[in-house]
């Protein structure tokens, strides 16, 4: 995400609890990174444009973090939650059998905050004046081994692993390269939700 906000801000600034996670992050002149909680940050109050929260606003405390918001943001800012939930695809077969695994193999080792992204964050609060925004989507194109690789970052997944150890893949693996033959590729579609407010 700060990748694609540098070339419209002098600064940006990337956040998150795991530094492994912001060692893949591209490096960029006028991006840098902190490891810290989004709930307690080290921005100085009232010094920030926006705010933008990626697959990530339903892993917070949400009281904590609205006031770190309301401490951190300048008036007039922008607050954007950004998500997504589960993909769909035209192709009819391979849908039913994503819709089947996500709900009934895996369906019980979600962790609960996934049922906010299920709610398309309509369950999530959101103290601030809120702002229309169009409809997006994230659309790709990808073969069955992409899709595997997908379904293979899943946290269920490793959950089920954990308590099974078993792969669960290793039962749908089969069926999605038979819908999906080599060299062929599968419309993916994420709908984006996005909740925008301003300070």
């Known amino acids: 995400m700060s990748e694609l906000l540098a070339p419209y ?3 940006v600034t990337g956040t998150d609890i795991s530094a ?3 060692a893949e992050a591209p490096a960029l002149p006028n991006v840098a990174y902190r490891v810290e909680q989004a709930e307690h940050s080290t921005f100085a109050d009232h010094s920030v444009d926006l705010i933008v929260v990626a697959q990530a606003i339903h892993w917070f405390q949400f009281d904590d973090f609205y006031a770190e918001v309301r401490r951190v ?3 007039g800012g922008i607050l954007a939650l950004i998500g997504y939930p589960l993909f769909t695809t035209p192709n009819a077969a391979l849908n039913h059998l994503i819709q089947h695994f996500y709900t009934n193999i895996v369906g019980p080792y979600w962790d609960k905050e996934r049922r906010h992204l299920d709610a398309r ?3 999530i609060p959101f103290p601030f ?3 229309n925004f169009p409809e997006f989507q994230m659309q790709y194109c990808w073969t069955a081994g992409q899709l595997l690789g997908y379904l293979s970052t899943w946290s269920a997944v490793q959950h089920y692993i954990k308590a099974h150890g078993v792969d669960p893949i290793e039962g749908i693996s089969a069926e999605i390269r038979t819908l999906l033959p080599e060299a062929q590729t599968a419309e993916i579609n994420f ?3 996005c909740r925008v407010g301003k300070m």
């Open 73 to 75: 943001l300048r008036p």
């Open 121 to 123: 964050y309509a369950t």
């Open 191 to 193: 709908e984006l939700l």
């Open 129 to 131: 004046q809120e702002i």
């Open 20 to 22: 492994r996670q912001l």
């Open 9 to 11: 801000f002098e600064q």
